[in-house]
Protein backbone atom coordinates (compact mmCIF):
# COMPACT_ATOMS: atom_id res chain seq x y z
CA UNK A 1 0.00 0.00 0.00
CA UNK A 2 2.64 2.68 0.74
CA UNK A 3 4.45 1.81 -2.55
CA UNK A 4 1.31 1.46 -4.69
CA UNK A 5 -1.12 4.34 -2.65
CA UNK A 6 -4.18 5.30 -4.72
CA UNK A 7 -3.76 2.50 -6.96
CA UNK A 8 -4.15 -0.21 -4.70
CA UNK A 9 -7.25 1.11 -3.08
CA UNK A 10 -9.89 -0.28 -5.33
CA UNK A 11 -8.45 -3.76 -3.81
CA UNK A 12 -8.54 -2.32 -0.19
CA UNK A 13 -12.32 -1.78 -1.22
CA UNK A 14 -13.09 -5.03 -2.58
CA UNK A 15 -11.28 -7.18 0.04
CA UNK A 16 -13.11 -5.15 2.83
CA UNK A 17 -16.66 -5.55 1.37
CA UNK A 18 -16.10 -9.28 0.35
CA UNK A 19 -15.31 -9.45 4.06
CA UNK A 20 -18.16 -7.43 5.41
CA UNK A 21 -20.79 -9.32 2.88
CA UNK A 22 -19.35 -12.52 4.21
CA UNK A 23 -19.76 -11.85 7.61
CA UNK A 24 -23.27 -10.41 7.32
CA UNK A 25 -24.02 -13.83 5.80
CA UNK A 26 -22.83 -15.87 7.91
CA UNK A 27 -24.28 -13.23 11.03
CA UNK A 28 -27.45 -13.55 8.91
CA UNK A 29 -27.24 -17.67 9.04
CA UNK A 30 -26.48 -17.89 12.82
CA UNK A 31 -29.42 -15.58 13.43
CA UNK A 32 -31.94 -17.24 11.67
CA UNK A 33 -30.98 -20.42 13.21
CA UNK A 34 -33.26 -22.05 15.72
CA UNK A 35 -31.40 -22.50 19.21
CA UNK A 36 -29.31 -25.53 20.08
CA UNK A 37 -29.15 -27.01 17.15
CA UNK A 38 -26.16 -28.46 14.69
CA UNK A 39 -26.91 -25.75 11.93
CA UNK A 40 -26.57 -22.74 14.54
CA UNK A 41 -23.50 -24.34 16.40
CA UNK A 42 -22.09 -24.74 12.42
CA UNK A 43 -22.65 -21.38 11.58
CA UNK A 44 -21.15 -20.00 14.58
CA UNK A 45 -18.08 -21.68 14.67
CA UNK A 46 -17.81 -20.27 10.97
CA UNK A 47 -18.62 -16.46 12.27
CA UNK A 48 -16.15 -16.95 14.33
CA UNK A 49 -13.31 -18.60 12.02
CA UNK A 50 -14.12 -15.50 9.67
CA UNK A 51 -14.07 -13.24 12.08
CA UNK A 52 -10.73 -14.30 13.20
CA UNK A 53 -8.82 -14.41 10.21
CA UNK A 54 -10.12 -10.92 9.01
CA UNK A 55 -8.34 -9.55 12.24
CA UNK A 56 -5.27 -11.03 10.06
CA UNK A 57 -5.83 -7.91 8.03
CA UNK A 58 -4.38 -5.98 10.20
CA UNK A 59 -0.87 -6.62 9.11
CA UNK A 60 -1.46 -4.09 7.05
CA UNK A 61 -1.00 -1.47 9.79
CA UNK A 62 2.93 -2.28 9.04
CA UNK A 63 3.07 -0.63 5.72
CA UNK A 64 2.32 2.56 7.73
CA UNK A 65 5.30 1.89 10.73
CA UNK A 66 3.27 0.10 13.27
CA UNK A 67 5.31 -3.34 14.04
CA UNK A 68 2.33 -5.45 14.41
CA UNK A 69 3.37 -7.62 11.55
CA UNK A 70 3.32 -10.67 11.78
CA UNK A 71 0.62 -10.56 14.52
CA UNK A 72 -1.74 -12.27 11.36
CA UNK A 73 -0.29 -15.45 10.82
CA UNK A 74 -1.32 -16.35 14.11
CA UNK A 75 -4.99 -15.50 13.47
CA UNK A 76 -4.60 -17.12 10.24
CA UNK A 77 -3.32 -20.23 12.03
CA UNK A 78 -6.54 -19.61 14.54
CA UNK A 79 -8.69 -19.75 11.34
CA UNK A 80 -7.17 -22.46 9.93
CA UNK A 81 -7.75 -24.75 12.92
CA UNK A 82 -11.19 -22.99 13.52
CA UNK A 83 -12.49 -24.17 9.73
CA UNK A 84 -10.56 -27.78 10.16
CA UNK A 85 -12.94 -28.39 13.09
CA UNK A 86 -16.36 -27.07 11.29
CA UNK A 87 -15.62 -29.47 8.21
CA UNK A 88 -14.93 -32.56 10.17
CA UNK A 89 -17.17 -31.98 12.73
CA UNK A 90 -20.09 -30.57 10.38
CA UNK A 91 -19.46 -32.25 7.41
CA UNK A 92 -22.38 -34.48 6.83
CA UNK A 93 -24.54 -31.32 7.55
CA UNK A 94 -24.90 -30.55 3.27
CA UNK A 95 -26.66 -33.43 1.98
CA UNK A 96 -26.17 -33.00 -1.84
CA UNK A 97 -27.97 -35.40 -4.11
CA UNK A 98 -24.79 -37.17 -5.27
CA UNK A 99 -23.84 -37.33 -1.46
CA UNK A 100 -27.80 -38.84 -0.85
CA UNK A 101 -28.13 -40.77 -3.69
CA UNK A 102 -24.65 -43.00 -2.54
CA UNK A 103 -25.90 -43.40 0.30
CA UNK A 104 -29.51 -44.83 -0.71
CA UNK A 105 -28.31 -47.25 -3.20
CA UNK A 106 -25.52 -48.35 -0.14
CA UNK A 107 -28.54 -49.06 1.93
CA UNK A 108 -30.97 -50.68 -0.89
CA UNK A 109 -31.90 -54.29 0.69
CA UNK A 110 -32.47 -54.95 -3.27
CA UNK A 111 -29.82 -54.99 -5.76
CA UNK A 112 -28.91 -52.41 -8.15
CA UNK A 113 -27.69 -52.80 -11.37
CA UNK A 114 -27.29 -50.08 -14.06
CA UNK A 115 -26.02 -50.94 -17.56
CA UNK A 116 -24.72 -48.86 -20.18
CA UNK A 117 -26.13 -48.88 -23.57
CA UNK A 118 -23.99 -51.54 -24.75
CA UNK A 119 -24.85 -53.95 -22.12
CA UNK A 120 -21.84 -53.45 -19.84
CA UNK A 121 -22.35 -53.11 -16.14
CA UNK A 122 -21.52 -49.95 -14.88
CA UNK A 123 -22.76 -49.63 -11.69
CA UNK A 124 -23.89 -52.63 -8.18
CA UNK A 125 -24.55 -51.88 -5.28
CA UNK A 126 -23.78 -53.98 -1.77
CA UNK A 127 -26.80 -55.90 -1.84
CA UNK A 128 -26.00 -56.78 -5.72
CA UNK A 129 -22.84 -58.39 -4.24
CA UNK A 130 -24.72 -60.14 -1.79
CA UNK A 131 -27.27 -61.75 -3.56
CA UNK A 132 -25.28 -62.84 -6.22
CA UNK A 133 -22.30 -64.03 -4.22
CA UNK A 134 -19.63 -61.41 -6.66
CA UNK A 135 -16.80 -58.77 -5.36
CA UNK A 136 -17.87 -55.58 -7.36
CA UNK A 137 -14.79 -55.86 -9.20
CA UNK A 138 -15.46 -58.84 -10.36
CA UNK A 139 -19.03 -58.08 -12.56
CA UNK A 140 -18.54 -54.13 -13.10
CA UNK A 141 -17.19 -53.17 -16.41
CA UNK A 142 -18.18 -56.30 -17.37
CA UNK A 143 -21.10 -58.35 -18.88
CA UNK A 144 -23.40 -60.11 -16.99
CA UNK A 145 -22.34 -64.13 -19.00
CA UNK A 146 -18.94 -62.64 -18.96
CA UNK A 147 -18.83 -61.98 -14.98
CA UNK A 148 -21.67 -64.12 -13.36
CA UNK A 149 -20.11 -67.01 -14.93
CA UNK A 150 -21.48 -69.70 -12.47
CA UNK A 151 -25.19 -68.90 -13.62
CA UNK A 152 -24.46 -68.11 -17.60
CA UNK A 153 -28.29 -69.28 -18.41
CA UNK A 154 -29.51 -66.47 -16.12
CA UNK A 155 -26.68 -64.14 -17.26
CA UNK A 156 -28.17 -64.62 -20.66
CA UNK A 157 -31.89 -63.84 -19.60
CA UNK A 158 -30.49 -60.71 -18.24
CA UNK A 159 -28.85 -59.10 -21.05
CA UNK A 160 -31.67 -60.30 -23.21
CA UNK A 161 -34.45 -58.39 -20.52
CA UNK A 162 -32.12 -55.16 -20.36
CA UNK A 163 -32.05 -55.10 -24.65
CA UNK A 164 -35.50 -55.26 -24.21
CA UNK A 165 -38.29 -53.25 -23.87
CA UNK A 166 -39.02 -52.11 -20.15
CA UNK A 167 -40.11 -55.09 -17.76
CA UNK A 168 -41.94 -55.11 -14.34
CA UNK A 169 -41.80 -58.15 -11.69
CA UNK A 170 -40.38 -60.61 -14.00
CA UNK A 171 -39.73 -63.80 -12.18
CA UNK A 172 -36.23 -65.54 -12.82
CA UNK A 173 -34.84 -68.64 -11.53
CA UNK A 174 -30.53 -67.86 -10.63
CA UNK A 175 -27.94 -70.58 -9.46
CA UNK A 176 -25.63 -69.59 -6.63
CA UNK A 177 -22.48 -70.69 -6.36
CA UNK A 178 -23.43 -73.32 -3.79
CA UNK A 179 -25.83 -74.58 -6.22
CA UNK A 180 -29.07 -73.36 -4.30
CA UNK A 181 -32.02 -72.35 -6.76
CA UNK A 182 -33.21 -68.29 -5.83
CA UNK A 183 -36.27 -67.19 -6.82
CA UNK A 184 -35.63 -63.64 -8.21
CA UNK A 185 -38.19 -61.11 -9.32
CA UNK A 186 -36.48 -58.68 -11.65
CA UNK A 187 -37.69 -54.55 -13.05
CA UNK A 188 -35.76 -52.30 -15.48
CA UNK A 189 -36.51 -48.83 -16.57
CA UNK A 190 -34.30 -46.66 -19.20
CA UNK A 191 -32.56 -43.57 -18.32
CA UNK A 192 -32.37 -40.92 -21.65
CA UNK A 193 -30.06 -38.10 -22.34
CA UNK A 194 -31.72 -34.74 -22.85
CA UNK A 195 -31.39 -35.76 -26.19
CA UNK A 196 -33.84 -38.38 -25.83
CA UNK A 197 -31.48 -40.89 -26.11
CA UNK A 198 -30.59 -44.02 -23.87
CA UNK A 199 -28.25 -43.60 -21.55
CA UNK A 200 -28.78 -46.06 -19.10
CA UNK A 201 -30.63 -49.41 -18.17
CA UNK A 202 -31.46 -49.49 -13.98
CA UNK A 203 -32.34 -53.18 -13.60
CA UNK A 204 -33.38 -54.12 -9.64
CA UNK A 205 -33.48 -57.04 -8.30
CA UNK A 206 -35.46 -58.63 -5.25
CA UNK A 207 -34.79 -62.18 -3.64
CA UNK A 208 -38.48 -62.99 -3.44
CA UNK A 209 -37.57 -67.07 -2.74
CA UNK A 210 -38.80 -66.98 1.04
CA UNK A 211 -42.42 -65.42 -1.10
CA UNK A 212 -42.44 -68.09 -3.26
CA UNK A 213 -41.82 -70.96 -0.80
CA UNK A 214 -44.49 -69.22 1.67
CA UNK A 215 -46.68 -69.28 -1.44
CA UNK A 216 -46.16 -73.02 -1.96
CA UNK A 217 -46.71 -73.87 1.78
CA UNK A 218 -49.93 -71.84 1.65
CA UNK A 219 -50.98 -73.51 -1.36
CA UNK A 220 -49.95 -76.50 -0.24
CA UNK A 221 -51.99 -75.66 3.30
CA UNK A 222 -54.53 -74.87 1.01
CA UNK A 223 -54.95 -78.04 -0.84
CA UNK A 224 -54.56 -80.16 2.22
CA UNK A 225 -57.56 -78.01 3.88
CA UNK A 226 -59.78 -78.90 0.84
CA UNK A 227 -58.64 -82.43 1.04
CA UNK A 228 -59.44 -82.70 4.67
CA UNK A 229 -62.42 -81.08 3.87
CA UNK A 230 -63.44 -83.45 1.39
CA UNK A 231 -62.96 -86.09 3.70
CA UNK A 232 -64.80 -84.63 6.23
CA UNK A 233 -67.99 -84.28 3.50
CA UNK A 234 -67.13 -88.02 2.66
CA UNK A 235 -66.96 -88.98 6.57
CA UNK A 236 -70.00 -87.30 6.57
CA UNK A 237 -71.86 -88.31 3.94
CA UNK A 238 -70.50 -91.84 4.98
CA UNK A 239 -72.06 -91.58 8.49
CA UNK A 240 -75.52 -90.86 6.79
CA UNK A 241 -75.37 -93.41 4.65
CA UNK A 242 -74.64 -95.84 7.33
CA UNK A 243 -77.21 -94.75 9.12
CA UNK A 244 -79.67 -95.08 6.24
CA UNK A 245 -78.26 -98.34 4.82
CA UNK A 246 -77.76 -100.14 8.14
CA UNK A 247 -81.05 -98.85 9.68
CA UNK A 248 -82.93 -100.30 6.58
CA UNK A 249 -81.05 -103.76 6.49
CA UNK A 250 -81.64 -104.02 10.26
CA UNK A 251 -85.74 -102.61 9.69
CA UNK A 252 -86.05 -105.53 6.91
CA UNK A 253 -85.67 -108.65 8.73
CA UNK A 254 -86.50 -107.69 11.74
CA UNK A 255 -90.06 -106.75 9.83
CA UNK A 256 -90.23 -109.76 7.96
CA UNK A 257 -89.42 -111.87 11.42
CA UNK A 258 -91.82 -110.14 13.27
CA UNK A 259 -94.92 -110.07 10.87
CA UNK A 260 -94.43 -113.99 10.36
CA UNK A 261 -94.48 -114.75 14.23
CA UNK A 262 -96.90 -113.01 14.38
CA UNK A 263 -98.84 -114.40 11.58
CA UNK A 264 -97.61 -117.94 13.44
CA UNK A 265 -98.97 -117.20 16.79
CA UNK A 266 -102.57 -115.68 15.38
CA UNK A 267 -102.79 -118.65 13.58
CA UNK A 268 -102.19 -121.63 15.63
CA UNK A 269 -104.32 -124.36 13.53
CA UNK A 270 -102.09 -123.04 10.55
CA UNK A 271 -101.42 -126.09 8.05
CA UNK A 272 -98.19 -127.47 8.78
CA UNK A 273 -96.97 -126.74 5.33
CA UNK A 274 -97.11 -123.25 5.43
CA UNK A 275 -95.65 -123.46 9.07
CA UNK A 276 -92.55 -124.82 7.93
CA UNK A 277 -92.78 -122.37 5.48
CA UNK A 278 -92.94 -119.11 7.47
CA UNK A 279 -90.31 -120.47 9.87
CA UNK A 280 -87.75 -120.95 7.24
CA UNK A 281 -88.35 -117.31 6.43
CA UNK A 282 -87.63 -116.04 9.94
CA UNK A 283 -84.54 -118.72 9.41
CA UNK A 284 -83.35 -116.84 6.79
CA UNK A 285 -83.90 -113.36 7.45
CA UNK A 286 -82.13 -114.44 11.24
CA UNK A 287 -78.98 -115.26 9.19
CA UNK A 288 -79.44 -112.06 7.18
CA UNK A 289 -79.49 -110.28 10.33
CA UNK A 290 -76.64 -112.28 11.81
CA UNK A 291 -74.44 -111.79 8.90
CA UNK A 292 -75.38 -107.38 8.84
CA UNK A 293 -74.28 -107.40 12.47
CA UNK A 294 -71.17 -109.44 12.20
CA UNK A 295 -70.14 -107.69 8.93
CA UNK A 296 -70.54 -104.19 11.51
CA UNK A 297 -68.60 -105.64 13.98
CA UNK A 298 -66.07 -107.32 12.56
CA UNK A 299 -64.81 -104.20 10.38
CA UNK A 300 -65.13 -102.22 13.31
CA UNK A 301 -62.86 -104.60 15.13
CA UNK A 302 -60.27 -104.50 12.18
CA UNK A 303 -60.44 -100.81 11.73
CA UNK A 304 -60.03 -100.17 15.54
CA UNK A 305 -57.02 -102.79 15.70
CA UNK A 306 -58.88 -104.90 18.00
CA UNK A 307 -59.47 -107.57 15.57
CA UNK A 308 -57.71 -111.10 16.93
CA UNK A 309 -55.65 -112.95 14.09
CA UNK A 310 -55.03 -116.71 14.41
CA UNK A 311 -52.04 -116.71 12.25
CA UNK A 312 -50.99 -120.31 10.57
CA UNK A 313 -50.23 -122.18 7.80
CA UNK A 314 -53.19 -122.20 5.32
CA UNK A 315 -53.77 -124.40 2.13
CA UNK A 316 -55.13 -122.20 -0.55
CA UNK A 317 -56.84 -125.08 -2.45
CA UNK A 318 -58.85 -125.77 1.40
CA UNK A 319 -59.48 -122.03 1.44
CA UNK A 320 -61.12 -121.72 -2.00
CA UNK A 321 -62.94 -125.66 -1.47
CA UNK A 322 -64.68 -124.07 1.79
CA UNK A 323 -65.84 -121.48 0.70
CA UNK A 324 -67.76 -122.56 -2.54
CA UNK A 325 -68.79 -125.50 -0.40
CA UNK A 326 -70.53 -122.61 2.09
CA UNK A 327 -72.07 -120.75 -0.86
CA UNK A 328 -73.00 -124.18 -2.77
CA UNK A 329 -76.99 -123.57 -2.03
CA UNK A 330 -77.13 -120.57 -2.78
CA UNK A 331 -75.64 -120.90 -6.01
CA UNK A 332 -77.76 -123.84 -7.04
CA UNK A 333 -81.18 -121.55 -6.20
CA UNK A 334 -79.89 -119.55 -8.32
CA UNK A 335 -79.14 -121.36 -11.55
CA UNK A 336 -75.15 -120.46 -11.18
CA UNK A 337 -72.67 -122.63 -13.03
CA UNK A 338 -69.90 -122.69 -10.53
CA UNK A 339 -66.14 -124.12 -11.64
CA UNK A 340 -62.86 -123.95 -10.28
CA UNK A 341 -59.47 -124.26 -11.30
CA UNK A 342 -55.89 -124.46 -9.17
CA UNK A 343 -52.32 -124.42 -11.66
CA UNK A 344 -50.13 -127.14 -9.82
CA UNK A 345 -47.84 -126.74 -7.56
CA UNK A 346 -49.34 -124.17 -4.89
CA UNK A 347 -47.38 -123.24 -1.60
CA UNK A 348 -48.53 -122.94 1.21
CA UNK A 349 -50.13 -119.26 3.32
CA UNK A 350 -49.44 -117.78 6.67
CA UNK A 351 -52.65 -116.67 7.28
CA UNK A 352 -55.83 -116.39 9.23
CA UNK A 353 -57.71 -119.48 7.72
CA UNK A 354 -61.50 -118.68 8.85
CA UNK A 355 -60.37 -114.18 7.53
CA UNK A 356 -59.25 -115.84 4.55
CA UNK A 357 -62.48 -117.83 3.75
CA UNK A 358 -64.70 -114.47 4.74
CA UNK A 359 -62.83 -113.10 2.25
CA UNK A 360 -63.92 -115.66 -0.72
CA UNK A 361 -67.32 -116.03 0.33
CA UNK A 362 -67.74 -112.10 0.36
CA UNK A 363 -66.40 -112.01 -3.06
CA UNK A 364 -68.29 -115.19 -4.89
CA UNK A 365 -71.70 -113.74 -2.45
CA UNK A 366 -71.37 -110.07 -4.51
CA UNK A 367 -70.34 -112.25 -7.75
CA UNK A 368 -74.08 -114.42 -7.05
CA UNK A 369 -75.80 -110.94 -6.21
CA UNK A 370 -74.64 -109.17 -9.44
CA UNK A 371 -74.85 -112.25 -11.77
CA UNK A 372 -78.64 -113.37 -13.33
CA UNK A 373 -79.72 -116.36 -13.51
CA UNK A 374 -77.81 -118.80 -15.73
CA UNK A 375 -74.59 -117.26 -14.96
CA UNK A 376 -71.43 -118.45 -14.45
CA UNK A 377 -68.71 -117.90 -11.71
CA UNK A 378 -65.25 -119.07 -12.02
CA UNK A 379 -62.08 -119.34 -9.52
CA UNK A 380 -59.06 -119.47 -10.81
CA UNK A 381 -55.37 -119.67 -8.65
CA UNK A 382 -52.25 -119.52 -9.58
CA UNK A 383 -48.61 -118.76 -8.16
CA UNK A 384 -46.49 -116.47 -9.69
CA UNK A 385 -43.28 -117.83 -10.68
CA UNK A 386 -40.84 -114.68 -9.36
CA UNK A 387 -38.57 -114.84 -5.88
CA UNK A 388 -41.42 -113.99 -3.90
CA UNK A 389 -44.13 -116.76 -5.33
CA UNK A 390 -47.38 -115.06 -4.15
CA UNK A 391 -50.44 -116.62 -4.44
CA UNK A 392 -53.41 -114.73 -6.77
CA UNK A 393 -56.79 -115.62 -6.59
CA UNK A 394 -58.92 -114.13 -9.63
CA UNK A 395 -62.87 -114.36 -9.27
CA UNK A 396 -64.65 -114.09 -12.69
CA UNK A 397 -68.97 -113.42 -13.28
CA UNK A 398 -70.69 -113.15 -16.06
CA UNK A 399 -72.65 -110.52 -14.10
CA UNK A 400 -73.79 -106.85 -15.38
CA UNK A 401 -70.41 -105.50 -14.72
CA UNK A 402 -69.07 -102.37 -13.14
CA UNK A 403 -68.22 -98.86 -14.44
CA UNK A 404 -64.91 -97.80 -14.36
CA UNK A 405 -65.20 -94.63 -12.48
CA UNK A 406 -66.63 -97.14 -9.69
CA UNK A 407 -63.88 -99.66 -9.23
CA UNK A 408 -62.33 -98.13 -6.73
CA UNK A 409 -64.88 -96.81 -4.53
CA UNK A 410 -66.88 -100.23 -4.33
CA UNK A 411 -64.26 -101.30 -1.75
CA UNK A 412 -64.95 -98.21 0.43
CA UNK A 413 -67.37 -98.67 3.50
CA UNK A 414 -71.01 -98.12 2.20
CA UNK A 415 -70.03 -97.67 -1.74
CA UNK A 416 -71.91 -99.61 -4.04
CA UNK A 417 -71.54 -100.11 -7.90
CA UNK A 418 -72.67 -96.60 -9.50
CA UNK A 419 -74.97 -98.43 -12.14
CA UNK A 420 -78.58 -97.80 -12.21
CA UNK A 421 -79.25 -101.37 -12.41
CA UNK A 422 -77.54 -102.54 -9.15
CA UNK A 423 -79.48 -100.20 -7.19
CA UNK A 424 -82.46 -103.01 -6.71
CA UNK A 425 -79.86 -105.63 -5.31
CA UNK A 426 -79.35 -105.70 -1.75
CA UNK A 427 -76.80 -105.18 0.25
CA UNK A 428 -74.96 -103.02 2.75
CA UNK A 429 -71.60 -102.33 0.69
CA UNK A 430 -69.10 -104.10 3.57
CA UNK A 431 -68.27 -107.22 1.98
CA UNK A 432 -65.41 -105.69 -0.38
CA UNK A 433 -65.04 -103.22 2.65
CA UNK A 434 -63.77 -105.87 4.38
CA UNK A 435 -62.69 -108.10 2.06
CA UNK A 436 -59.81 -104.81 1.34
CA UNK A 437 -58.79 -104.94 4.96
CA UNK A 438 -58.55 -108.64 5.39
CA UNK A 439 -56.62 -109.15 2.65
CA UNK A 440 -54.42 -105.49 3.03
CA UNK A 441 -53.21 -106.94 7.11
CA UNK A 442 -52.10 -110.18 5.15
CA UNK A 443 -49.73 -108.20 3.08
CA UNK A 444 -51.67 -108.50 -0.12
CA UNK A 445 -53.66 -106.53 -1.94
CA UNK A 446 -57.08 -106.40 -4.03
CA UNK A 447 -58.85 -105.03 -7.11
CA UNK A 448 -61.30 -105.48 -9.87
CA UNK A 449 -61.30 -105.01 -13.59
CA UNK A 450 -65.12 -104.83 -15.14
CA UNK A 451 -67.00 -104.74 -18.59
CA UNK A 452 -70.43 -103.06 -17.95
CA UNK A 453 -72.84 -105.82 -19.42
CA UNK A 454 -70.36 -108.63 -19.97
CA UNK A 455 -69.17 -109.24 -15.83
CA UNK A 456 -66.17 -108.18 -13.19
CA UNK A 457 -63.58 -110.11 -11.83
CA UNK A 458 -62.05 -109.75 -8.63
CA UNK A 459 -58.27 -110.35 -8.17
CA UNK A 460 -56.31 -110.40 -4.80
CA UNK A 461 -52.88 -111.47 -3.85
CA UNK A 462 -51.49 -112.69 -0.90
CA UNK A 463 -47.95 -113.57 -0.35
CA UNK A 464 -46.63 -117.33 0.10
CA UNK A 465 -45.55 -119.11 3.33
CA UNK A 466 -41.92 -117.38 4.33
CA UNK A 467 -42.60 -113.68 2.18
CA UNK A 468 -43.92 -111.12 4.00
CA UNK A 469 -45.32 -110.63 7.34
CA UNK A 470 -49.27 -109.02 8.18
CA UNK A 471 -49.41 -105.39 7.17
CA UNK A 472 -49.66 -102.93 10.03
CA UNK A 473 -53.35 -101.94 9.82
CA UNK A 474 -53.66 -97.93 9.05
CA UNK A 475 -56.68 -96.11 9.91
Same mark, same amino acid.
Given at each position: YPKSRITSLPFILFFFGVMLVTLRRFATAYRGSAKGTAHKKRAGTLLLGHI???????????? !?????????????? %????????????????????? !??????? *???? *?????????????????????????? #?? #?IVNKRPAGGMVNSIVFAEQLESIVRGETVRNQELFYHTRENALQALSLSTS?? /???? @?????? $?????????????????????????????? /?????????? !??????????????????????????????????????????? #??????? /??? &????????????????????? $???????? $??????????????????? &???????? @????????????????????????????? %? $?????????????????????????????? !???????? &???? @????????????????????????? %????????????????????????????
Amino acid at each position: YPKSRITSLPFILFFFGVMLVTLRRFATAYRGSAKGTAHKKRAGTLLLGHIVTYLASLDYIAS !FGIPWYPIGYILIF %AFIGISVHSIRRYRFMAITPA !FAARQII *DTMN *DALIVFDPDGVIRLVNQATCNLFGYH #EK #EIVNKRPAGGMVNSIVFAEQLESIVRGETVRNQELFYHTRENALQALSLSTSTM /LNPA @GEPLAT $VCVVSDITDRKRVEQEREQLITQLQEANRK /LQAVDKMKSD !FVSIVSHELRSPLTTIKSFIELILMKPNMPEEKRTKFMNTVNT #ETDRLRR /LVN &DILDLARIEAGSMKWKMEEVS $VEEVIRDA $VASMGPLFENKGLHMTTSF &DAPLSALT @GDRDRLVQVVINLLSNAAKFTPRGGAVHV %A $VRQERTPDGQIVVAISDTGIGIPKESLELI !FEKFQRSG &DPSA @GAIEGTGLGLAIARQIVEYHGGRIW %AESELGKGSTFTFTLPSAGHGAPAQHEL
